[in-house]
């Protein structure tokens, strides 16, 4: 096929499964060679392709939150590194929020893909492969480094804006070493990663799975030749730019052409979105105007992670089945203010933006379309772990951390009940099977089930959220980083509210007749609390909002009952009867 060919659809929807499938083959190298429960079992990572110039080309199903911000941390290493600055062999390893990192704990590994060139020409980069996992421990004040009390960013581990992690071919180990352990233990009151063999082994098959990318890019170059495979790359772009225009007109005629919708974090800060669309070009403008200032406390959300947000409500929006790409960015101006909780200062704590306030921006933006009621608005992360620096004594010893996202409710929409306990929005992961999160792990998974009527009423029902309980074996310290706890998730169009989540601690205490006594205490949104061995953590996720009027449906459910009894009379008068007063 001539690289000059007109576009040609069928075409375009080859090469768009022909990239999404490199990405999905990368996903399942970087599953299948990685050994932490993180990765391999709870699927916490994203993979995917770029264009030379860092724009998203295609991914697989994956973690939304990590594939919009991919491209602000492959846009940062090309502008450091200049346009020679990479060379074939190289591998590049960031996770800083100022490098396009969404929160400390996902890894970012590029790779740059080079053309096969003559020994008389300089190699150059044609495309980048790139993977973003989420690692148990990187460091910090808690084991898991998702502490919920961190007020500051080097309290959640090691911070890296660029390591060529391997360089012509060779993995630097030491160097690795030196960033994850010795760097983030001069912290006050932390400890370097508590587990660096199970980094350095998933980090590795982060890297073969961008190998794997790698080869299967130059399979099709080879297959159809660069000009081509570039050429329909760009179309690729300007088909999704063409499908968020088409909705974004098609908005314009249903709210107008300016709209606006604010919710709020538990803490009171806002989250403000002002939308202006122009119903000729079907550009828009996303203003946070009015966005509260950066918090104290880590539910900063970085630039990256806002750009996320918009892009997955961009592509959930548009009917027709496309690769999320960069070119459903190209219609939209997006205006955050600085100094505010979505564009912070590089020192502020962050680890809960990613998982917690980029699921309000999401709120935020789909409220504003009346797209859907709110989903639980949450992951509901739970981490804990032992081992690293003793605060007291300094002295280091091996340790471990765990991590894992709860699921919730979805929101119900104009034709759908919400889904119940799902992970939703911007996280997408499985949850740790039972048997092995007991046979790894201290714990005891004492209930795991739905949390009844949970979800909002209304013509349609938002999903419940779920009931998870867990016993721990040994004294441990635990961290829980989570949102909805104040502010139930919002009902739409008449819908109800779903129901606000809670997280209790079960304390065993031992009278002084020798008999166990139980506290229930809840320990609210975010804490970092020590549990006893025999105590017991019961987490109640949120539930999804409802749409439309409660009662309703049950009213349609018997008009449409009494049409099928008018329908099923013999004569030919009652089936009139019947059109006439129901429009059978």
């Keep these: 096929m001539s690289a000059k060919q007109a576009f040609d659809p069928i075409t375009l929807s080859l090469f768009s499964n022909r990239f999404m499938s490199i990405a999905e083959a990368m996903g399942r190298a970087l599953q299948q060679t990685s050994i932490s429960t993180n990765i391999k079992e709870r699927l916490d990572y994203s993979c995917a392709l770029f264009s030379p110039t860092g724009e998203l080309v295609a991914n697989a199903p994956f973690i939304p939150v990590h594939l919009g911000s991919m491209s602000f941390a492959i846009k940062y290493q090309l502008e450091r590194y200049g346009p020679n600055g990479l060379q074939p062999g190289d591998v590049l390893l960031a996770n800083s929020p100022v490098a396009g990192g969404s929160h400390l704990p996902d890894l970012t590994v590029i790779t740059p893909v080079f053309s096969s060139s003559s020994p008389s020409s300089a190699p150059e980069i044609i495309f980048f492969t790139a993977s973003r996992g989420h690692h148990a421990d990187i460091g910090g004040i808690t084991g898991g480094s998702m502490p919920a009390t961190s007020t500051a960013l080097f309290q959640e581990g090691a911070e890296i804006v660029s390591f060529r992690l391997v360089r012509n071919g060779t993995f630097d180990t030491e160097g690795l070493r030196h960033l994850l352990v010795d ?130 409500c961009m592509r959930a929006m548009i009917d027709q089945d496309i690769p999320l790409n960069a070119g459903c960015l190209v219609p939209l101006s997006i205006i955050i203010p600085q100094d505010t909780l979505l564009s912070p200062s590089p020192e502020a704590a962050l680890c809960a933006g990613n998982v917690l306030t980029s699921q309000r921006i999401t709120d935020v933006c789909l409220k504003a379309f009346n797209a859907c009621a709110a989903s639980q608005g949450c992951c509901n992360n739970l981490s804990f772990g032992s081992g690293g620096k003793d605060p007291v004594t300094g002295e280091v010893k091996k340790g471990w951390g765990y991590y894992e996202t709860i699921a919730g409710g979805s929101g119900a929409g104009p034709t759908w009940d919400g889904a119940s306990g799902v992970h939703v929005h ?31 009423k209304g013509h349609y029902t938002g999903g419940n959220g779920v009931i998870r309980e867990m016993e ?10 989570s949102e909805r706890r104040v502010h139930a998730p919002y009902g739409a169009q008449g819908g109800e509210p779903g129901s606000t989540g809670l997280n209790i601690q079960v304390k065993r205490t031992v009278t002084s007749e020798g008999a166990i006594k139980e506290r229930r205490i809840n320990i609210g949104g975010k804490a970092t609390v020590k549990f006893g061995m025999g105590d017991r953590l019961v987490i109640h996720t949120p539930g999804g909002g409802g749409w439309g009027e409660p009662g309703t449906r049950r009213k349609e459910i018997e008009v449409v009952k009494e049409r099928v009894r008018w329908e099923a009379r013999g004569s030919l008068a009652e089936r009139a009867a019947a059109q006439a007063a129901f429009g059978a």
């Excluded at 209930?447 to 909002?456: A, H, I, M």
């Excluded at 721990?472 to 980083?481: D, H, T």
């Design 426 to 456: 911007m996280t997408n992961t499985r949850i740790t099977d039972p048997e092995i999160l007991e046979r790894r792990y201290p714990v005891i998974l004492r209930q795991f089930g739905y949390r009844s009527n949970s979800g909002g």
């Design 472 to 481: 721990f074996l040994q004294p441990i310290e635990v961290s829980m980083l």
């Design 183 to 312: 760097v983030p233990a001069r912290g006050e009151g932390c400890s370097g990663c508590r587990d660096f063999k199970s980094v350095e082994s998933d980090l590795r098959a982060q890297v073969a799975a961008n190998h794997k990318g790698s080869l299967l890019l130059g399979k099709l170059v080879d297959e159809y030749g660069l000009e081509t495979v570039h050429e329909y790359m760009q179309h690729i772009r300007t088909n999704a730019e063409m499908a968020v225009r088409k909705m974004l007109k098609q908005s314009a005629e249903k709210l107008g052409t300016s709209f606006s919708a604010v919710d709020y974090m538990d803490d009171g800060s806002a989250i403000a979105l002002s939308i202006t669309i122009d119903p000729e070009t079907g550009s828009a403008t996303f203003d946070f105007e009015g966005t509260s200032p950066e918090a104290r406390g880590n539910w900063n959300a970085p630039i990256s992670v806002v750009h996320s947000a918009i892009i997955y």
